[in-house]
């Protein structure tokens, strides 16, 4: 799951709990989908959990590229 | 009689006439004689080939706001204006106050600008088959502006907010002037050779349409149009259109907006998974309930057989106890029935009926017998009399008197005239006392 992107994983899980709102899955299934919805919930949520911000800036041209450190002027206060 | 006016007067009324008829209107024609005094006011006249007017521009109406502003009155420059004619008395001149004022007949830009988007569009290249869905959650968003001003600080402010864990690339260029868009076409090229952003926002503030320029130039709505990356235009305000709006993926009314295009709102898709965990848990421990609950129904519906038997038993004594309960009331209800019958009937025995018929059938037989004695008596004297009657009419008391009646033997029918009768005949004839018989020897006459 490490590559996988966030859009599909939370289609995945809505549509896993879709399927199992209707309950009408083998129990095997079912417990295998509520493992698989659990996996990809802590997935999507560690994603949004990230907070590490990058702004950096691309500087010089394609044969020379540069990428700096850009300093943000905090001036709003937030 | 003739009315004499003074100066003052005839200005006035000429003022009152001019400004009455006249109010608002569009004027437009070329500026002359310019100039601008201390006061801020400007002064100028407005021509055509034949003719002129005076024209003031005074301050306090404020030069308008947006995009006119950057207009600048010039000597021998085009204009329309909205104006209020109106007579200065001290000099009876009649004059122009202008109330705004737009540039006529620029149009070389807007010309050329309408030229290459009509000319483009009909390449196709704003057809929204080529339109690139943006990223959900973008990696990394390639921001192409200014380093400096108000565009990337709204930017990195809007994105900051939204999803704090937002990477941006920042590639500085200039969004102004005669070199700009070979910087911006420079900065597209650099952003697809670092290949790490997977959207482009393309951003500057408003300005005029000579300001925007760049972002109408051919060679970089071609660039934007051939590239693999989506691409978001946020140029100007929300009323300014560039070409580059047209070419690119998404086309965000301001800076801001299209930061807030490019990355989810964080807490919204927070908010989201955690209903979606609520769902998942709820449904799948109502999943597990509705199982265990039919498992127990079917434990319940799965008996030992042996209590069916016992079950059916009881079933069965019951049964048999209510048919018994049943049988007996049924014959005590014959029973009560039967006796009722029976002292109905005894009430009704014909016995005395018979007895009292008896009885009375002897006082009948009674009745009748002297009834029957009496009756005879009546009659036979009755007969008795008519008898005595009878005699004195009957016709043996005429035959009494030597009378007799002769009849036919054959028919017996009496013989009333000699006519009735053949020779021969045999007749039977009758006398008071006996018959004989007789043959008719002679027929005479009547």
């Known amino acids: 799951m490490a590559k996988e992107k966030f859009e599909d994983a939370l289609e995945k899980l809505e549509d896993i709990v879709k399927k199992m709102e209707a309950g009408d899955m083998p129990l095997d299934d079912a417990l295998k989908s509520f493992e698989e919805g659990i996996k990809l919930i802590r997935f999507c949520s560690a994603k949004l959990d990230e ?7 691309l500087l010089g041209n394609e044969d020379s590229l540069k990428v700096k450190s850009f300093q943000e002027e905090d001036g709003d206060g937030n | 009689m003739k009315e004499i006016l003074t100066v003052s007067q005839l200005n006035e009324n000429i003022k009152y ?6 109010g608002f209107v569009w004027v437009e024609g070329e500026v002359s004689n310019l100039h601008r005094p201390q006061s801020g006011h400007i002064y100028f006249t407005i021509k055509d080939d034949k003719s002129q007017i005076r024209a003031v521009y005074f301050r306090k109406y404020g030069f308008p706001k947006n995009r006119v502003a950057d207009f600048e009155l010039e000597e021998g420059s085009s204009v329309l204006c909205r104006a209020r004619l109106s007579v200065y008395p001290p000099r009876g001149d009649y004059q122009l106050i202008i109330e705004s004022v737009e540039p006529r007949g620029v149009g070389a830009l807007q010309k050329a600008f309408e030229q290459l988007k009509a000319k483009l569009a009909a390449e196709g290249l704003f057809d929204n088959q080529y339109k690139k869905e943006l990223p959900f ?3 990394r968003i390639g921001v192409i502006t200014s380093p400096t001003g108000a ?3 709204d930017i990195l402010n809007v994105t900051k907010r939204r999803y704090p864990a937002a990477d941006i690339l920042i ?3 200039k969004v102004q002037g005669s070199d700009a868009a070979a910087e911006i076409i420079q900065a597209l090229a650099n952003l697809h ?27 970089l709505a071609r660039k934007i149009f051939s590239s693999t990356i989506p691409v978001i235009s946020a140029i100007g305000h929300e009323t300014d259109f560039t070409i580059c709006d047209f070419v690119a993926d998404l086309r965000a009314p301001t800076p801001s907006a299209a930061a807030e295009l490019v990355v ?12 979606l965990k609520k769902r998942a848990i709820a449904g799948f421990g109502r999943y597990m309930t509705d199982r265990r609950k039919g498992l127990l129904g079917l434990q319940e519906r799965f008996k030992d057989p042996r209590r069916q038997v016992t079950d059916l038993q009881i079933h069965l004594d019951d049964l048999q106890q209510r048919m018994q309960r049943d049988m007996r009331h049924q014959r005590q209800y014959l029973a009560g029935k039967l006796q009722k019958l029976e002292l109905s009937l005894k009430h009704s025995s014909p016995e005395k009926r018979i007895q009292e018929t008896r009885i009375l059938l002897n006082n009948l037989q ?7 004695r009496s009756y005879w008596a009546v009659r036979h004297e009755r007969l008795r009399k008519n008898a005595a009657v009878l005699n004195s009419l009957s016709p043996l008391a005429v035959l009494q008197r030597g009378y007799s009646i002769t009849r036919k033997l054959s028919s017996g029918e009496i013989v009333r005239s000699a006519g009735m009768l053949a020779t021969n005949e045999e007749v039977n004839i009758q006398l008071a006392k006996g018959k004989f018989q007789a043959r008719v020897e002679k027929i005479y006459g009547e």
Do not use: Y
Not at chain 2, 17 to 22: D, R
Not at chain 2, 195 to 209: F, Q, W
Not at chain 2, 264 to 275: D, F, G, M, T
């Open chain 2, 171 to 173: 590639a500085p260029v």
């Open chain 1, 51 to 57: 907070t590490q911000r990058r702004v950096e800036q």
């Open chain 2, 17 to 22: 006439i001019l400004e009455e008829t006249f």
């Open chain 2, 366 to 372: 009674k009745d009748t017998q002297a009834n029957f």
């Open chain 2, 151 to 153: 565009v990337i600080r």
């Open chain 2, 137 to 139: 959650i973008p990696g």
């Open chain 2, 193 to 219: 050779a670092h290949g790490s952003v997977d959207v482009i926002i393309i951003a500057r503030g408003g300005g005029s349409l000579e300001d925007l320029a760049p972002f109408n130039e051919e060679s």
């Open chain 2, 264 to 275: 989810p709102q964080r807490l919204e898709l927070l908010a989201k998974i955690i209903n």
